[in-house]
């Protein structure tokens, strides 16, 4: 198996704070990998050191097979890092955003041009406007195209879609999923754990300055418990007689959301389902909610740190 990162026991302190205690992760070459966590957990600590902003007090760590303090150079000409505007200029257009970066990655005035229209159809967005008259969708995809600019292998994407629409958040999710088709490693790091689920292979989750879980989505699912089962009467006055069913035939009393008035309760088994339809209908109750799920991100986020996912920012209004 192919890695395109691996990160083995890295240490990194600011004065008396350890951000980093010892991390270790690997992402798949041509896969995406979701480093989540909350607010001081480590993230931006770990990718500034992956894109040889920092160097580790301890622990290595390698992009391409490259030991980023070692051959800093031949990472840097691996990786590119964006998704919060790092890119954009906005007095300058479009054609002129990217064709800038093109230069100073090497391209000669013709191969940059070229490199430059090739993004901007590709990405939809209009190379004579300046990028301060953009959408924030818009610009968005112009900082995904100047990080495509030079190719890189592996793509560092803080925060992608921040602030988007969910129209934005799902084509700059499409956009994502292309680059991976065409062989490009992710490293994302999101607040948005739908975001994560929708894009990530596997999940590394940190939280003061350690991971504390990984593996696919599915696999974190089922660390912290199986399905849950929601149900919501028709009718308020049959909260007590199916309370009693669920609590006969799970050992648990559900908990009752009174605003919305759902019964939640764990699922021991897959036959719960068709043993709870024939008690309802034994005792002439009809529902107007049924569902057996597994455990959200978000729900599997607060078991292992504690803490629910930063609410994002208001999406920005498309022009």
């Known amino acids: 198996m192919s890695y395109a990162i691996q990160v083995q026991g890295l240490v990194k302190r600011f004065g008396g704070t350890t951000a980093l205690a010892g991390v270790d992760f690997e992402a798949r070459a041509g896969t995406v990998l979701g480093l989540l966590g909350p607010n001081g957990a480590g993230k931006t600590t770990a990718v500034r050191i992956l894109a040889t902003l920092l160097r580790p007090d301890e622990g290595r760590a390698t992009v391409g097979g490259y030991d980023t303090v070692r051959d800093a150079a ?92 969910p129209r934005s958040r799902g084509d700059v999710w499409a956009m994502v999923r292309d680059m991976v088709a065409e062989g490009t490693t992710v490293l994302l790091t999101t607040q948005y754990l739908d975001e994560a689920e929708h894009l990530a292979d596997e999940i590394t989750v940190i939280d003061h300055g ?84 597994m455990p959200s991100l978000d729900e599997v986020f607060l078991a292992l740190t504690g803490h629910r996912t930063t609410p994002p920012p208001e999406p920005t209004k498309e022009t």
């Open 210 to 293: 350690r991971v504390v879980a990984d593996g696919t989505p599915d696999t974190l699912r089922a660390q912290i418990g199986g399905q849950t089962l929601e149900l919501r009467p028709s009718e308020q006055a049959d909260l007590g007689v199916v309370t009693a069913i669920l609590t006969d035939l799970t050992g648990q009393v559900p908990e009752w959301d009174r605003d919305s008035g759902r019964l939640t309760v764990a699922a021991p088994d897959s036959g719960l389902l068709a043993a709870l339809v024939r008690r309802l209908e034994e005792a002439n109750v009809t529902v107007r909610e049924l569902a057996l799920r």
């Open 74 to 165: 031949r990472v840097r000409d691996l990786i590119a890092l964006t998704g919060q505007y790092a890119s954009v200029d906005d007095e300058m257009s479009g054609t002129h955003n990217l064709v800038l970066i093109g230069r100073l990655l090497g391209l000669s005035r013709a191969g940059a041009r070229q490199r430059a229209r090739e993004l901007l159809e590709r990405f939809d967005v209009p190379g004579d406007r300046l990028a301060g008259t953009y959408s924030g969708g818009m610009r968005r995809r112009l900082d995904l195209a100047a990080g495509l600019v030079g190719r890189p292998e592996v793509l560092y994407l803080d925060e992608p879609t921040t602030g988007l629409d």
